[in-house]
């Protein structure tokens, strides 16, 4: 608990204050939090930005419809146990408290000062709860298991960010937060994959910490190849 | 229903039969079911081997205590909706029918004829529930999910058959009862990772149906690098 406050001194004369010394920039007020079936739309119009973004649209079916029955079925597990959304929103104004504390999770909060304030042409679309809200970007995770280890991890899906809050610093914020996360839980790996030809990318990651592993590559059996081999043998 | 059966013809005169009328080789039973925690030995013991095969055994830090609190937590969620394990079994004789009937999976049988008998050194070591079985293999999977498709998938972490009772088609057989399970429960794919020098294992996916992401990497953060990324930013 605070002391007591002592008596405020005597205000000072106003004076013109040299603008080197005022405070610089915008500040932007950010926050992730879990998302809940009521973002739904908000994240299916997230999905198809990065379908359109990574030009694999012809790829994409998902729906309000299927993502709110998969994502967030009846009788969802606890958070973290299955596929697990964060949502990352940012405001003009500091962020209300919220309720949602979860026994391993509160909502992390972060204030980020610009030189520039965000234009964002979309900000109707993306308003979320609460009048100065818009969201910027999600990142999609769940369990995976390494068996040497006899430890979960997480799996990154997705990691995404709109456009108009790109290079600001949200994508480590979304990434570190699934790393926080398992930390927290004492899990033992963060994994996601990355196009080989996006250097940047790869980058950023080896700075961060992560290895790429060069030799191993991912096998897919999807669509009628998977149910052609579904039906064999037994 | 079948008709009712006409009245036996009368039995012929025994007679000598020519050897190659006889049926050749031998029988192996075999049997694919879901494994619990009494397995977990068996377990250990198959994921140590496939550490020692892979010349990964420096990250190997499992324990039978390990694997048991995280394969087969108390309050486990339903098969098939976290880390789940298959297990491959085989007998001289045929399985009695056991009770794993879950509502999405009963136990898969197959009897494979060979020229040979197999002569398992480690029978003993891997003897399972009933004097005749043996535990000859595994696979480990859990869901995985595609955004794009808005389905969950599964994602195999490990798939591995004892020595001697490779290269007899018990390989194909664990993944394409993970294949039958995907397709059943309406999922999207099976996906898993491959060495890009295991020309044999590519080719043998690629015949199967599976393409090969050929431009994806694998990011991987862990240990000191995880924590290190936990807690910056937040």
Chains 1, 2 share one sequence.
């Not at 379908?51 to 606890?78: D, G, M, Q």
Request: glycine share 4%; net charge negative; hydrophobic share 45%.
């Amino acid at each position: 608990m605070a002391a007591a406050a002592p008596p405020p001194p005597p205000s000072p004369t106003p004076a013109v204050i040299s603008e080197d010394l005022l405070p610089t920039g915008y500040n932007v007020f950010s926050r992730i939090r879990l998302a809940t079936i009521v973002d739904v739309p908000h994240i299916h119009k997230l999905i198809h930005q990065m379908a359109v973004f990574e030009r694999l649209t012809h790829l994409f079916s998902a729906t309000e419809s299927s993502l709110s029955s998969t994502l967030f079925p009846e009788n969802s597990p606890p958070p973290f146990t299955s596929f697990t959304v964060f949502l990352l929103e940012v405001s003009q104004i500091p962020f209300p408290l919220i309720d949602q504390n979860y026994p391993n999770f509160s909502p992390i909060h972060k204030t980020v000062n610009l030189d520039l304030p965000i234009t964002d042409p979309q900000a109707e679309t993306f308003r979320s709860c609460g009048n100065d809200v818009v969201v910027a970007g999600f990142v999609l995770f769940f369990p995976n298991y390494s068996s040497f280890l006899a430890k979960p991890g997480f799996y990154i899906e997705d990691i995404f960010v709109r456009e108009c809050y790109r290079r600001k610093g949200f994508g480590k914020m979304l990434l570190s937060a699934v790393a926080a996360q398992a930390a927290k839980m004492g899990y033992g790996r963060v994994e996601w994959v990355v196009l080989d030809w996006n250097v940047n990318a790869i980058k950023f990651y080896e700075e961060m910490g992560a290895q790429i592993m060069q030799e191993w590559r991912v096998c897919r059996l999807t669509g009628d190849a998977l149910h052609a081999f579904a039906s064999i043998n037994i």
